[in-house]
């Protein structure tokens, strides 16, 4: 099973699935567009919360960070005067700097990675889209920033005129990736932002046309004209598309085969452009995200 993921709404399923699928037969692809530098190591805050997530670290009342966190070094550093663009936990910190340390030294984001994983004592496969650096960039009235800068350093609040991914032209997918896809038929794509979460995954060279060749189930993140959290509404506007479960389609109409929609959205599922069925998608609870999860396995049962 491989899983297309962001930072948040994903996860969330992906707890569900590891009830019912082992951790070995489950391949995450993870979105690294929103990955920066901070205090000279890198942060992946996306392949962060499924690590963490796979190792039982994860801080499920935010859904991003370590469980029972301490902040002492942010503390300390902003007694400095040195303020830190994301609140980043002394345990957190440690990965940021053992996976940097590792790419000083000459390893790729993948290599990295898997080091990581083999140390969190994580038996799925994580995987970063690209080894290459990419940053998701927003444009706002006050100018570019930052998906990161627009979303934490200003809370959200700019409006968004265009949404642009830099690097994405000489980005590839990794090998890593391209071998996953190649011996794995069945493909989630969770509901995750589908603009700066899985967009750039899907905006790799040659990424929609090997995947439309494969069995896609996609999860809506919109229920009616809002999405359940974060951001989403106002990026999907600004690149084009309703800020609806039919603007979730228009998204990915070339490669999946299925689109669940929230059981409580008002859209006639005869409407999509592609075949629509409904489901509760709110995942408050584990028990909740192993239904969904057990519901998609049985919608890719029923592939012919």
């Known amino acids: 099973m491989i899983v297309l993921s962001g930072g948040t709404g994903t996860p969330k399923l992906i707890r569900g699935l590891r009830r019912l699928v082992p951790d070995e037969e489950i391949t995450v692809i993870v979105n690294t567009a929103e990955d920066l530098m901070v205090s000279g190591n890198l942060v992946s805050p996306d392949m962060d919360t499924v690590l963490y997530l796979f190792a039982g670290m994860l801080d499920e009342s935010k859904w991003w960070g370590v469980k029972d966190e301490t902040y002492h070094t942010n503390t300390a550093l902003g007694k400095l005067g040195h303020n830190e663009k994301m609140l980043i936990g002394d345990t957190d910190r440690a990965t940021h700097i053992f996976r940097s340390e590792l790419m000083r030294n000459g390893a790729a984001l993948t290599e990295a ?22 940053d998701t960039m927003i444009t706002t009235p006050d100018g570019v920033m930052h998906f990161q800068d627009f979303w934490i350093g200003a809370r959200g609040e700019p409006e968004v005129l265009d949404v642009g991914i830099s690097g ?137």
Do not use: H, W
Not at 214 to 237: C, D, H, Q, T
């Open 113 to 134: 990675t898997a080091q990581l994983s083999a140390k969190l004592g994580v038996r799925a496969r994580i995987l970063p889209m690209c080894d290459e650096k990419v």
């Open 168 to 304: 994405i032209e000489t980005a590839r997918a990794t090998e890593a990736v391209l071998d996953a896809l190649e011996s794995e038929d069945n493909v989630i794509i969770g509901p995750s932002n589908p603009i700066t979460s899985i967009g750039p995954i899907l905006a790799l060279k040659g990424m929609r046309k090997i995947l439309a060749k494969k069995k896609v189930l996609a999860i809506s993140p919109i229920i009616g004209n809002a999405p359940v959290s974060g951001p989403a509404g106002k990026l999907m506007k600004a690149a084009g598309f309703e800020v609806s479960s039919m603007g979730v389609a228009r998204c990915y109409e070339d490669l999946i085969d299925v689109l669940v929609v929230d059981e409580r959205d008002g859209a006639d599922e005869g409407d999509f452009p592609v075949r629509t069925v409904k489901y509760d998608t709110m995942m408050t609870s584990v028990e909740n995200s192993e239904a969904l999860a057990g519901f998609l396995i049985g919608l890719f049962s029923n592939f012919g």
